[in-house]
């Protein structure tokens, strides 16, 4: 794979690449919208994601090239003109995140080529601009030698997604990518950044990731207004609650005061976060306590959650998660990332993971009118250089 992307590099900027750097793609196993809400995720870095090849110029242009969007050809910038275009399209995310480390006063004194390849698949939520992000902040740091950690190149990446490209993500995303290890989760405390590591032992079990194949478009998609919803809600409970944040309270509490939120859609997305919060931190100690069967169903409740109270999913998620339920071998199905399209997360028993990918593919096709695509995800390390 290397030598084919070296080979693509000299095709398209005719010289050698110096560095190949890399950064995954992420799923999350629970806790779907509570990221910007303040509260808990459970998310682990995946084996495919974007590769980045570079070679460091002596002028000040920085050169981008894609080759999954090998129709938009070579984007060409200088460093003293890093305003947004939408003409860019793709490059907006690693522009944004050369910006990000400009306003923080990491001079970047001259340009370079960069050419990326992601076997990540585009808006299938699983986060492939997070992944650029990531890794363009990786190649930032190794290229001028900054001195950063990596949560400093986290924040920094979703910073770019906030203020530079303006889609209001929270931070799992980038920490997923950043931070991931081998064959461990990580549960994230979103407020606090708190984290630690669950090793994932599915005991005769494995991760299918199933894609809708409906692209979603996250910046145009309900995203934004999803989160002003909660912030809304949030208002109404601080009335009478000192919270900061709608996932410091417990389902009791939110039952309690929630006839202080006044629009019952708000309300809705209120306790499909606080919820889901909690279903998360069960969820964990299942897997801490090897009951995977319990972990299954509190995906299951996640799903009907993001369906009924968020109203994230739609029909393409909701037929293969449905369908998913029916099959023998399932622990738990549930839709994960932004939803709207994108992809569903199973746990399916060994034996009948080659049944399940066959099965729920006829039905899905037949059910919607085109294929859906299978993944068995083995869980990977985080952004680096290769």
Known sequence: ?????????????????????FAPGRVNLIGEHTDYNGGNVFPCAITFGTY???KKRTDKKIRFYSENF?????????????????????????????????????KIDSGFDILFYGNIPNGAGLSSSASIEV???????????FDLSMIDIVKYSQKAENEYVGVNCGIMDQFAIG????????????????YQYSSIKLDGASIVISNTNKRRGLADSKYNERRSEC??????????????????????????????IKNEVCARRAKHAIYENQRTLKAV???????????????????I???????????????????????????????????????????????FVDDFIKNVGEEYKNKIGYEAIFYVAQIGDGARKL
């Not at 992307?5 to 750097?21: G, I, N, Q, S, T």
């Not at 129709?71 to 910006?99: C, F, Q, R, S």
């Not at 029916?326 to 992809?343: E, H, L, Q, W």
């Open 285 to 303: 100690k299942a897997l801490e306590n090897k009951d995977i069967k319990l972990f299954g169903e509190l995906m299951n409740k996640s799903h």
């Open 231 to 260: 912030e809304t809600a949030l208002k109404d409970l601080q009335s009478e609650l000192k919270i900061n944040a709608l996932c410091e309270i417990n389902e009791d509490v939110f039952e309690k005061n929630r006839h202080l």
């Open 305 to 351: 959650s993001l369906r009924d109270d968020y109203e994230v999913t739609g029909i393409e998620l909701d037929t293969l998660v449905e369908i998913a339920w029916k099959m023998p071998g399932v622990i738990g199905s549930r839709m994960t990332g932004a939803g709207f399209g994108g992809c569903t997360v199973s746990i399916v028993k060994d034996e």
């Open 135 to 145: 890794v363009t902040g990786v190649v930032l740091k190794d290229l001028y030698n």
């Open 179 to 194: 931070m991931g290890k081998k064959d461990k989760a990580i549960l994230l405390d979103t407020n606090t950044l708190k």
């Open 52 to 54: 980045a090849l570079i």
């Open 1 to 21: 794979m290397i030598n084919k992307l070296k080979d693509m590099f000299k095709r398209v900027y005719k010289c050698e690449a110096e560095k190949v750097f």
């Open 70 to 106: 090998e129709e938009l050809g070579i984007m060409e910038i200088n460093i003293d003109d890093m305003k947004y275009n939408k003409e860019h399209d793709w490059a907006n995310y690693p522009k944004g995140v050369i910006w990000v480390f400009e306003n923080n006063g990491m």
